[in-house]
């Protein structure tokens, strides 16, 4: 593919100028297939990788007992700040019920997402407060008679669970707290293989027709499966058209990294971030870069704009944020360190003091006389008072810096609050 087809392609999706509008054709059909389909793709790999766990099954959760650090790689940008406990639902059986233990001020969320990456439900600390309660998850169509139903859009789903975890010393009680949730439902059918992200056109085509056949995409998405018809739908299609639009779509999520608008150094969440409708574009590159991303009302995920402007930090010096006494949130914040990745994903690196992320809940922090907060970043130790405040970066490579606000009030989602940027020095 040239540069002005690339431009062109791309343009198509609103990710750059386009000289020349792409005309339609297979390889753009194939294109855009190719990213409608991504985060179905992405879904079944997650689950595949999930199963995997010891004692893993369909409408089975698992629990993970420490916090995330650099092993975790099983789904990019993890935190540091809660445990997760996670269930592969099917549906297709019959209902599921979720029971979440009564657990007073402990922030917790239940997201609930369809294939599609959509959170059909967030049951937690926002929603439902700390008394807990029983739940009848249920697929399409299905009736139930069980305590508060709650539709999920496809008949496979991915439950999450995040506990609030502060420190090491809160672990024994914060299991104690996971204990409490409670999955039951029928067994699940066994899962099978689908070919991942970066398999041969044809064989990730097969899939993405085998997924969607399980889990029926909404009415509102009949127009471009009509479009998409040849590559989603029964085919045929050319093997080297599929080629060149999957090289064009492979491209697109490359050239998405770079096209984050950056506001005050840092690129905000759009307001459809967990539910986003016909907006695939965007729900592929969240598949991509931040799979099982919440509602923006349940948490908002910043990302530093770096060195190049663009999310990517490449420096050997030292960086510094500083944050006013208070962010405006009703739960927590946290800045989360991640190694950056070629191909768009993000995972915690290894450093001497084991510190992932710094936030309002990191012990020994040093304030300033105001109440503010210096935070200090580098792959060295500043040394003095300054090592309390340390995020220790990687000892080379890129690197990312990511902001968590859990539970955001109304200034910070609308811009009347504004995080200050990151400074080099």
């Given at each position: 593919m040239?540069?002005?087809?690339?431009?062109?392609?791309?343009?198509?999706?609103?990710?750059?100028?386009?000289?020349?509008?792409?005309?339609?054709?297979?390889?753009?059909?194939?294109?855009?297939?190719?990213?409608?389909?991504?985060?179905?793709?992405?879904?079944?790999?997650?689950?595949?990788?999930?199963?995997?766990?010891?004692?893993?099954?369909?409408?089975?959760?698992?629990?993970?007992?420490?916090?995330?650090?650099?092993?975790?790689?099983?789904?990019?940008?993890?935190?540091?700040?809660?445990?997760?406990?996670?269930?592969?639902?099917?549906?297709?059986?019959?209902?599921?019920?979720?029971?979440?233990p009564?657990?007073?001020?402990?922030?917790?969320?239940?997201?609930?997402?369809?294939?599609?990456?959509?959170?059909?439900?967030?049951?937690?600390?926002?929603?439902?407060?700390?008394?807990?309660?029983?739940f009848?998850?249920?697929?399409?169509?299905?009736?139930?008679?069980?305590?508060?139903?709650?539709?999920?859009?496809?008949?496979?789903?991915?439950?999450?669970?995040?506990?609030?975890?502060?420190?090491?010393?809160?672990?024994?009680?914060?299991?104690?707290?996971q204990?409490?949730?409670?999955?039951?439902?029928?067994?699940?059918?066994?899962?099978?293989?689908?070919?991942?992200?970066?398999?041969?056109?044809?064989?990730?085509?097969?899939?993405?027709?085998?997924?969607?056949?399980?889990?029926?995409?909404?009415?509102?998405?009949?127009?471009?499966?009509?479009?998409?018809?040849?590559?989603?739908?029964?085919?045929?299609?050319?093997?080297?058209?599929?080629?060149?639009?999957?090289?064009q779509?492979?491209?697109?999520?490359?050239f998405?990294?770079?096209?984050?608008?950056?506001?005050?150094g840092?690129?905000?969440?759009?307001?459809?971030?967990?539910?986003?409708?016909?907006?695939?574009?965007?729900?592929?590159?969240?598949?991509?870069?931040?799979?099982?991303?919440?509602p923006?009302?349940?948490?908002?995920?910043?990302?530093?704009?770096?060195?190049?402007?663009?999310?990517?930090?490449?420096?050997?010096?030292?960086?510094?944020?500083?944050?006013?006494?208070?962010?405006?949130?009703?739960?927590?914040?946290?800045?989360?360190?991640?190694?950056?990745?070629?191909?768009?994903?993000?995972?915690?690196?290894?450093?001497?003091?084991?510190?992932?992320?710094?936030?309002?809940?990191?012990?020994?922090?040093?304030?300033?006389?105001?109440?503010?907060?210096?935070?200090?970043?580098?792959?060295?130790?500043?040394?003095?008072?300054?090592?309390?405040?340390?995020?220790?970066?990687?000892?080379?490579?890129?690197?990312?810096?990511?902001?968590?606000?859990?539970?955001?009030?109304?200034?910070?989602?609308?811009?009347?609050?504004?995080v200050?940027?990151?400074?080099?020095?």
């Amino acid at each position: 593919m040239n540069r002005r087809e690339l431009l062109a392609a791309a343009g198509a999706l609103g990710l750059a100028p386009a000289f020349a509008q792409a005309a339609e054709g297979d390889a753009t059909v194939a294109r855009d297939a190719y990213l409608y389909a991504l985060p179905l793709i992405e879904m079944a790999t997650t689950r595949a990788r999930a199963l995997k766990a010891p004692g893993a099954a369909i409408n089975t959760l698992i629990h993970t007992r420490t916090l995330s650090d650099h092993t975790m790689r099983w789904v990019t940008t993890p935190n540091n700040d809660t445990l997760y406990s996670t269930a592969f639902l099917d549906l297709s059986k019959g209902p599921v019920t979720l029971t979440i233990p009564p657990l007073g001020a402990r922030y917790y969320c239940v997201a609930v997402m369809d294939m599609f990456t959509n959170n059909d439900v967030v049951l937690g600390t926002r929603t439902i407060g700390g008394r807990g309660g029983t739940f009848t998850l249920c697929g399409p169509g299905q009736a139930s008679s069980g305590p508060n139903p709650v539709r999920i859009a496809t008949p496979h789903a991915w439950l999450l669970i995040r506990t609030l975890v502060d420190g090491e010393a809160d672990l024994a009680a914060a299991h104690k707290a996971q204990d409490g949730f409670v999955v039951k439902g029928p067994p699940g059918a066994p899962v099978p293989a689908f070919a991942a992200r970066d398999a041969a056109p044809t064989d990730y085509f097969a899939a993405a027709r085998a997924l969607l056949a399980a889990n029926p995409a909404p009415a509102t998405d009949l127009k471009i499966l009509a479009r998409t018809a040849p590559f989603l739908g029964a085919g045929p299609f050319d093997a080297a058209t599929a080629a060149a639009g999957v090289e064009q779509a492979r491209m697109i999520t490359v050239f998405a990294r770079g096209r984050q608008v950056f506001t005050g150094g840092w690129s905000y969440p759009r307001p459809n971030l967990g539910d986003y409708g016909q907006d695939y574009l965007y729900r592929s590159i969240v598949a991509l870069q931040g799979l099982g991303a919440l509602p923006v009302a349940e948490a908002i995920y910043l990302k530093a704009a770096g060195d190049d402007g663009a999310g990517t930090f490449t420096g050997d010096g030292l960086y510094r944020l500083t944050l006013p006494p208070q962010l405006p949130l009703d739960a927590f914040w946290s800045l989360s360190m991640y190694e950056a990745l070629p191909d768009g994903q993000f995972f915690f690196t290894d450093n001497p003091i084991k510190r992932y992320t710094i936030g309002d809940r990191t012990p020994g922090l040093k304030r300033n006389a105001d109440g503010s907060l210096d935070l200090w970043i580098g792959r060295s130790d500043p040394g003095g008072e300054r090592s309390a405040n340390w995020l220790p970066a990687p000892k080379s490579g890129p690197f990312a810096l990511f902001l968590r606000a859990y539970l955001p009030r109304a200034e910070l989602l609308d811009g009347r609050f504004r995080v200050p940027a990151v400074v080099k020095l």
